[in-house]
């Protein structure tokens, strides 16, 4: 069984930098392709990026695009997001998603296993 476990959020100010991690256990991360998503109050569930088995494919959501930057350590089986020149319109619970798939997806459905989240919140 596959688990997914987010940390690394917390409250900033807008600028700031915040690097999410996703440690998975229960398989290597290099069986899975691996996505982030993000969900505000009162908004659906949305694309944030997402990163190939191989790391060497990535691709992210417009609105994050230049700013945040997926990555993959495959000694430690954990995935990064790191997020910079955050803005107040990011604030949402973050999710780290895994696929069985091989393609990376921006399909929140495509997606096998979720982590619990974590909150990150970017004041003004």
């Known amino acids: 069984q596959v688990q997914l476990v987010e940390s690394g959020g917390g409250l900033v100010q807008a600028g700031d930098s915040l690097r999410l991690s996703c440690a998975a256990s229960?398989?290597?991360?290099?069986?899975?392709?691996m996505g982030w998503f993000r969900q505000a109050p009162g908004k659906e569930r949305e694309f944030v990026a997402t990163i190939s088995r191989s790391g060497g494919s990535t691709d992210y959501a417009d609105s994050v695009k230049g700013r945040f930057t997926v990555s993959r350590d495959y000694n430690k089986n954990t995935v990064f997001l790191q997020m910079n020149a955050l803005k107040p319109e990011d604030t949402a619970v973050y999710y780290c998603?895994?696929?069985?798939?091989?393609?990376?997806?921006?399909?929140?459905?495509?997606?096998?296993?979720w982590g619990q989240g974590t909150q990150v919140t970017v004041s003004s």
């Open positions: 998603a895994g696929r069985n798939g091989l393609a990376a997806t921006s399909l929140a459905a495509a997606y096998d296993y």
């Open positions: 229960g398989r290597t991360i290099s069986t899975l392709t």
